[in-house]
């Protein structure tokens, strides 16, 4: 499967974003899919994960409260939606996918992962 993450930009904060990682290749549904974001000078931090089901999300504590990750099986696609954005939330997003993952099963770490999309930029002005 190959993912293409789109929908970052300038937003000032405050304001809201909608990224979409779409897939290609073969379809998502038993895979448990992630975000995870790398900001200037640091290294990459876990922001949200959907299960394979989609009964079972979580969030890192920076985001919690504020964003929501869901999956359309229908299109494909995981989005992350993001609200109430700060300027320490500025970084590079990236989806993630992990195979063969149980149900209601969670990953939280990058290694846990096998397959990457490009990343889209998300800057937030103050």
């Known amino acids: 499967v190959q993912l293409q993450a789109s929908g970052g930009g300038l937003v000032q904060a405050g304001g809201s974003l909608r990224l979409s990682c779409a897939a290609s290749?073969?379809?998502?549904?038993?895979?448990?899919l992630g975000w995870f974001r790398q900001g200037p000078e640091k290294e990459r931090e876990f922001v949200a994960v959907?299960?394979?089901?989609?009964?079972?999300?979580d969030y890192g504590d920076p985001v919690k409260g504020r964003f929501t990750i869901s999956r359309d099986r229908t299109k494909n696609t995981v989005y992350l939606h993001m609200t109430s954005l700060k300027p320490e939330d500025t970084a590079v997003y990236y989806c993630?996918?992990?195979?063969?993952?149980?149900?209601?099963?969670?990953?939280?770490?990058?290694?846990?992962?096998?397959?990457w999309g490009q990343g889209t930029q998300v800057t937030v002005s103050s």
């Open positions: 993630a996918a992990r195979s063969n993952a149980r149900g209601m099963s969670l990953y939280y770490s990058a290694v846990d992962y096998g397959t």
């Open positions: 290749g073969r379809g998502l549904n038993n895979y448990v």
């Open positions: 959907i299960s394979r089901t989609g009964s079972n999300t």
